[in-house]
């Protein structure tokens, strides 16, 4: 059983979107195909957004949620999802079977300030 609301802490590096969640053994997981745009548009408002954001996430609607994510196809083992709002499309990849045991049908998510003066960045570098 999984929670019903998960968070990540993305950040960029070296110019590419990724984060680290030792919980599930992912280190600068990088965010590819058409997620990194969609993340620009979610972190639009938050100053320092390079330097880490919070990103909540579930398969269920939540209050204030940004986006809506709609499967469309699985493709090289990841799966491509559909923000119909804004037209795009990204392939989340293999690394979603860490959160999920299947790929969910829609994903929710909101992007939000860190609330504190430290980066999401790990120390060591």
Same mark, same amino acid.
């Given at each position: 059983?999984?929670?019903?609301?998960?968070?990540?802490? +993305?950040?960029?590096?070296? *110019?590419?979107?990724?984060? %680290? %969640?030792?919980?599930?053994?992912?280190?600068?997981?990088? $965010?590819? /195909? #058409?997620? +990194?745009?969609?993340? %620009?548009?979610?972190?639009?408002?938050? +100053?320092? !957004? %390079?330097?880490?954001?919070?990103?909540? $996430? /579930?398969?269920? =609607?939540? @209050?204030?949620?940004? !986006?809506?994510?709609? &499967?469309?196809?699985?493709?090289?083992? #990841?799966? &491509?999802?559909?923000? *119909?709002?804004?037209?795009?499309?990204? &392939?989340?990849? @293999?690394?979603? $079977?860490?959160?999920?045991?299947? =790929? =969910?049908?829609?994903?929710?998510?909101?992007?939000?300030?860190? *609330?504190? /003066?430290? /980066?999401?960045? =790990?120390?060591?570098?």
């Amino acid at each position: 059983m999984s929670n019903a609301m998960m968070v990540i802490f +993305p950040y960029r590096y070296e *110019h590419t979107w990724v984060f %680290d %969640d030792e919980g599930v053994g992912l280190v600068r997981e990088p $965010f590819v /195909s #058409g997620i +990194p745009a969609m993340i %620009d548009i979610l972190v639009q408002d938050i +100053p320092n !957004a %390079d330097k880490g954001f919070k990103l909540l $996430f /579930s398969v269920n =609607p939540f @209050p204030g949620y940004q !986006a809506e994510l709609v &499967w469309l196809r699985e493709e090289y083992g #990841g799966n &491509w999802y559909r923000w *119909h709002q804004k037209n795009m499309e990204g &392939w989340l990849c @293999p690394a979603l $079977f860490k959160y999920f045991s299947e =790929p =969910p049908i829609k994903i929710y998510s909101k992007a939000e300030k860190l *609330h504190s /003066s430290l /980066s999401a960045i =790990p120390n060591k570098l």
